[in-house]
């Protein structure tokens, strides 16, 4: 306190700073330090029996530019992580770095180019209009709202709210009102944007239609992204890279095409109205047979046969008599990849009911 | 979104460009001063102000239907002495409606930006907690000073009574005397933040300003330093005894000014220690 009362006269940001380095970084690729860098962080609630562990020594880095989805269930520490990197919860150890910035000590520089949307708050002034919203909000990130006009406009544009930019936010529907919430939050021009459960509550058009933005706000914008969720059509539809979390540690992180080909095992799955108990009896004695659908219309049977060894299985159906009507290799999910790494699915809470 | 890589352009263009285009127009951002700080917040509680006057109305009705209460119960009951120490009612009342209003609004307003997500964007600007506090308590006293304008002018026709309104003296002294409020309105933000349920009873502490605008300052010196009272009192000889600013003793003045910035600071401190913890606890930013 006595820090941040001391500075409290000086600038409000050294922007002029931060923007000379990102650009060169721009120049040079992605040679500066990434946009967030998370170090041994580990945050407890609570003493004693009672203590509940939000985040356990987690380590983590976010190249510029990227998009990362953390996902795990409820109490995995998704949102106490990224309120920790936001500087609005103080970890109990370990370190946060936002563009270099630590945000522990050198707290305003770092806060000049990170924000959040966080999960069911509103995060703006409902009695303002929506253009009014942004503008405020982008002041007090520190950057002055005609200089952003028209970047203002183009957001408005890209987000469908152009027609909206003078209505009062209250007026709006939902999945308008979680437009102006992620509007206000990309007004400033944070560089590092946290999304909390960004699609939570709207319905399937409005979370398609925000899905699709924040790609392309990415990809154009040039933007560091990281979404939390439980909801892995969002994760997998936006990231490129996907962090697991379960009881406050990552339990997987890497690509999300890595995470599904890791996981991509060789099941296939053989769909035939000819797949009587007896044709599946004759394929468990060749084949590891991993899953029987008898309820399925046709019934369907799931075999491990990877490489060569689908040849194997298509001479084997051949010789069992048994008329293909469906083949398909099984595509696994995030879903079961978390399964698989953690034991539990993604809607159990993982512990403790602190986000 | 400063990760611009194309060449600069001429300002002017800047808005010709089409969106999605691949052009990127030229308004890199610059950055705000304390200016563009000042006026963000001002303009808000502006916007607030002419867009919902109702809510300002409601307090003004609600300020005089307690002071007709007030003053027709006591005509009542005290009759002439009453009549006679109208003006020192008046002038009590009229500081009783500023502190009021500087208090309930910097607290409320605190307790509704943690429910709207809002607070935890003005702690984490670059600017820093504090001058983003300060600009909003400046709107709320100004804007406090309006309504009781009103109050004022309605109280002095109805009860016909006269007082002296050189505005320099009034507003220099009641500003003052509420910003030591101001300060109470932080500390109460504060607690509200840490105990959300708490925030709710501290609405309570602005029937005990009746007391602190009331205090004994003649009696009790030592009351000189509790918020309000000792503006309070030098409201009172600059309304009623027409005494101007200047012709106050300078340790009278000097005192004025130092009750209300070491309450401020010290409301403000608390606020800082408060969201600290709650920044600790993990409660700052839970709806």
């Not at chain 2, 300002?11 to 001063?33: M, N, Q």
């Not at chain 2, 009951?77 to 020192?88: M, R, T, Y």
């Not at chain 2, 600017?127 to 709320?140: D, M, N, Q, S």
């Not at chain 2, 505005?167 to 607690?191: C, D, E, W």
């Amino acid at each position: 306190m006595a820090r941040s009362a001391a500075s409290a006269s000086d600038g409000p940001r050294k922007r002029d700073e931060t923007r000379s380095a990102d650009d060169d970084a721009s120049t040079d690729g992605l040679t500066g330090p990434p946009a967030l860098s998370v170090e041994r962080l580990t945050k407890r609630f609570g003493d004693g029996d009672d203590a509940v562990t939000a985040v356990d020594d987690v380590s983590l880095a976010v190249e510029r530019g990227s998009v990362v989805g953390l996902l795990g269930p409820n109490g995995a520490g998704k949102t106490t992580l990224i309120k920790c990197a936001l500087g609005i919860v103080v970890p109990d150890a370990g370190s946060i770095r936002v563009f270099g910035n630590d945000v522990g000590d050198g707290r305003r520089a770092a806060y000049a180019d990170v924000d959040a949307m966080l999960e069911g708050a509103r995060n703006d002034y409902w009695r303002l209009t929506v253009r009014e919203n942004l503008r405020y909000f982008a002041t007090i990130s520190g950057v002055d709202p005609d200089s952003v006009a028209a970047r203002h406009d183009r957001l408005l544009d890209r987000l469908d709210l152009a027609d909206k930019a003078d209505t009062p936010v209250r007026d709006l529907a939902r999945g308008m009102k979680q437009k102006v919430s992620l509007a206000s939050v990309l007004a400033g021009g944070a560089e590092l944007v946290f999304l909390d459960e960004p699609t939570l509550g709207l319905d399937v058009e409005s979370a398609r239609t925000l899905r699709a933005e924040l790609r392309r706000l990415a990809v154009e914008e040039g933007l560091t992204i990281v979404v939390s969720s439980h909801d892995m059509t969002t994760i997998e539809a936006v990231c490129d890279r996907v962090v697991m979390l379960s009881n406050g540690r990552i339990v997987a992180d890497d690509s999300v095409e890595a995470l599904l080909g890791a996981a991509a095992s060789d099941a296939v799955r053989v769909a035939s109205p000819d797949l009587d108990a007896e044709a599946v009896a004759g394929l468990r004695e060749a084949f590891e047979v991993l899953d029987v659908d008898r309820e399925a219309r046709p019934p369907a049977v799931t075999v491990a046969a990877g490489g060569d060894r689908l040849y194997d299985l298509t001479d084997a159906l051949r010789a069992a008599g048994v008329t293909v009507s469906d083949i398909r290799t099984v595509q696994p999910d995030l879903e079961e990849v978390f399964l698989e790494r953690t034991g539990s699915d993604l809607g159990a809470p993982s512990g403790g009911d602190r986000r | 979104m400063s990760a611009d890589t194309s060449p600069p352009e001429d300002p002017g263009g800047a808005a010709a460009a089409e969106p999605g285009d691949g052009v990127r127009p030229d308004d890199e951002p610059r950055p705000a001063t304390y200016y563009h700080l000042a006026r963000a917040v001002l303009y808000r509680e502006f916007l607030i102000f002419v867009r919902y006057p109702a809510n300002a109305i409601g307090g003004i009705v609600v300020s005089l239907f307690f002071f007709a209460a007030l003053f027709l119960g006591g005509q009542l009951l005290a009759g002439q002495a009453l009549a006679d120490s109208i003006e020192g009612i008046v002038v009590g009342y009229f500081l009783w409606t500023l502190s009021v209003g500087a208090y309930s609004s910097v607290s409320n307003d605190i307790g509704s930006e943690v429910q709207w997500g809002t607070l935890e964007r003005h702690i984490t600007t670059p600017f820093g907690f504090a001058p983003v506090a300060l600009l909003k308590g400046v709107a709320k006293v100004v804007r406090t000073f309006l309504t009781s304008a009103v109050i004022l002018a309605v109280m002095l026709l109805a009860t016909g009574t006269r007082l002296s309104l050189a505005p320099v003296t009034v507003v220099a002294v009641a500003g003052l005397s509420i910003v030591s409020v101001l300060g109470l309105g932080f500390a109460a933000g504060g607690v509200t933040v840490l105990y959300k349920r708490i925030g709710n009873w501290l609405n309570l502490l602005q029937f005990g300003f009746v007391g602190l605008i009331s205090a004994p300052v003649f009696d009790l010196p030592w009351t000189r330093v509790l918020p309000l009272a000792h503006g309070s009192a030098m409201l009172q000889r600059a309304m009623v005894d027409g005494t101007r600013l200047w012709e106050f003793p300078p340790a009278d003045l000097a005192l004025l000014v130092a009750v209300a910035g070491g309450y401020l600071a010290g409301g403000y401190l608390v606020f800082q220690l408060a969201t600290r913890r709650a920044r600790r606890l993990g409660v700052l930013g839970d709806y």
